[in-house]
């Protein structure tokens, strides 16, 4: 049965050419109180090296009236960090949003991608402004897997007999 996607508009940004989505845009898009999503980035069960390349904790300044601020922690996730932790949300609206972002990030992304090559055509640019846009946006960003790591198709889950082959 299909469901109607929710009326999302995800919130993504690109930083130094990587597509990120705050921890505070998550909890909204996901309905979920931001200190639970907090919680659980905290609470993930990845490698520190895992986490160090995917959450990148920052503050941010909040008024909370007669001039008086708050400081308060959310983090930029890359793709990989927001699929680590929404693959925990489950339900229906869980999955479209889902849905919704993975959708947002490959279109961010693609974009992204299509701009790269049109600046990296031959002859677009000085030399000099392209070096700093390499230098910026390393081409190695926007290029494709090598072939041992493209995606392969997942095993069979027929399940086999004893005996058959």
Known sequence: ??????????????????????????????EKQHKNVLQVIDNLECSKEFHRLNFQPMIRVVEVGKGAK???????????????????FT????????????????AMEAELARRDAVLRQPGRLPPDIQAQIDD?????????????????????RKRMRPGKA
Do not use: C, W
Request: aromatic share 12%; no cysteine.
């Open 1 to 30: 049965m299909n469901f109607p996607l929710p009326q999302l508009q995800p919130r993504l940004t690109v930083v130094q050419g990587i597509v990120k989505v705050s921890s505070l845009a998550l909890a909204e898009g996901f």
């Open 70 to 88: 708050r400081h308060e922690p959310y983090f930029e996730m890359t793709r990989d960090g927001f699929m680590f932790v929404v693959m925990g």
């Open 91 to 106: 339900g229906k609206k869980a999955a479209q949003v889902k849905e919704i972002y993975i959708g947002a990030f490959n």
């Open 136 to 156: 910026l946006f390393p081409p190695h960003l926007f290029t494709e897997a090598p072939p041992e790591f493209a995606p392969t198709p997942a095993p069979s």
